[in-house]
T-cell receptor, first 113, second 113 residues
Framework: DAGITQSPRYKITETGRQVTLMCHQT?????MFWYRQDLGHGLRLIYY???????DKGEVPDGYVVSRSKTENFPLTLESATRSQTSVYFC????????????FGDGTRLSIL | GENVEQHPSTLSVQEGDSAVIKCTYS??????FPWYKQELGKGPQLIID?????GEKKDQRIAVTLNKTAKHFSLHITETQPEDSAVYFC????????????FGGGTRLMVKP
């Protein structure tokens, strides 16, 4: 039971570079989410998706792009990375019935130099 | 929108003692309240959840209580063990919100042997 996996686990890149974080889930969950976690800010929602080809902005979407061509994948792209995007990024998924928990991956620690 | 406040931000207890973490929410339409445990280097993991049609739920050493009138819910951990040391997050959701969760700011629990 693979669940939800994120890759890479760690990434170091430079400002201005494009970087893509991958998220894959094996449960066929309809909903998928991207969060960033920073000290003092808890978990902040970047983008979410209710189904394939349906995405919507969360609390902090600026500087990020998402796509969802397949139900199981939800990549997050930083088109031109900035130092303020240094963070730990978590992907989560949940079923399409009300009041269901989100299940999280183990995160990607991204450092932008 | 929903706002979830969590207290305390840090909690230190002796092994074997009980720990209580409290959360308040603002949206009276919220009806689903999960609790997550996050260990170092890992993603948040669901430990227990409660829906608004019950006032209390227990699973071995952990329990959650919900007071809908006062709009607060609490996590209780009895007979704490060193492996309970982690960051705990509460969250709230409404059935109309597409399984969107609003998270509290987190509580760092330290259990001293």
């Amino acid at each position: 039971d693979a669940g939800i996996t994120q890759s890479p686990r760690y990434k170091i890149t430079e400002t201005g570079r494009q970087v893509t974080l991958m998220c894959h889930q094996t449960w066929s969950h309809s909903y998928m989410f991207w969060y960033r976690q920073d000290l003092g800010h808890g978990l902040r929602l970047i983008y979410y998706s209710a189904a394939a080809d349906i995405t919507d902005k969360g609390e902090v979407p600026d500087g990020y792009v998402v796509s969802r061509s397949k139900t199981e994948n939800f990549p997050l792209t930083l088109e031109s990375a900035t130092r303020s995007q240094t963070s730990v990024y978590f992907c989560a998924s949940s079923r399409n019935t009300p009041n269901q928990p989100q299940h999280f991956g183990d995160g990607t620690r991204l450092s932008i130099l | 929108g929903e706002n979830v406040e969590q207290h305390p931000s840090t909690l230190s207890v002796q092994e074997g003692d009980s720990a209580v973490i409290k959360c308040t929410y603002s949206d009276s339409a919220s009806n689903y309240f999960p609790w997550y445990k996050q260990e170092l280097g890992k993603g948040p993991q669901l430990i227990i959840d409660i829906r608004s049609n019950v006032g209390e739920k227990k699973d071995q050493r952990i329990a959650v209580t919900l007071n809908k009138t006062a709009k607060h819910f609490s996590l209780h951990i009895t007979e704490t063990q060193p492996e309970d040391s982690a960051v705990y997050f509460c969250a709230a959701s409404t059935s109309n919100a597409g399984n969107m969760l609003t998270f509290g700011g987190g509580t760092r629990l330290m259990v001293k042997p």
